[in-house]
């Protein structure tokens, strides 16, 4: 895929958001503004210079965002490769990622989380 391809339809300060290199960037706009169309496209310029896709790693708040932001990076490149990029969300990424791997660190065996379950608990909480 050409990276031109990536930016047709889109707005020139969306262009300029996809095609930023070389410092972090923040992205921000209002509902509807074309946010995630944005990030999925900057994940697949990723992808396409990296030429290693499980170099690439996005990170979102809910899991409707990154299943969102996973289903558009596959339409635009096809789950084989699409697939093998991390998105996920920050709970996900630390316990499969980072937790999970470590579990038996002497760190985290001092703090005794030997023979523990290790499980991310929700609950609904109402803030009314």
Request: glycine share 10%; with cysteine; hydrophobic share 40%.
């Amino acid at each position: 895929m050409d990276v031109n391809q990536l930016l047709d339809g889109m707005t020139e300060r969306q262009q300029q958001g996809i095609l930023h290199s070389g410092s972090p960037t923040v992205i921000t706009a209002g509902a509807g503004a074309g946010k995630t169309s944005v990030l999925t496209k900057r994940i697949v310029k990723a992808i396409y210079n990296s030429g290693d896709p499980e170099s690439v790693v996005a990170i979102t708040f809910t899991s409707d965002a990154a299943s969102e932001m996973r289903e558009r990076v596959n339409k635009l490149i096809g789950p084989e490769l699409g697939s093998r990029a991390i998105i996920s969300t920050f709970h996900s990424f630390a316990m499969n990622r980072i937790l999970r791997p470590n579990w038996g660190h002497p760190y985290l065996r001092s703090l005794g989380c030997v023979g523990k379950t290790l499980a991310i608990e929700f609950s609904n909480l109402s803030l009314d």
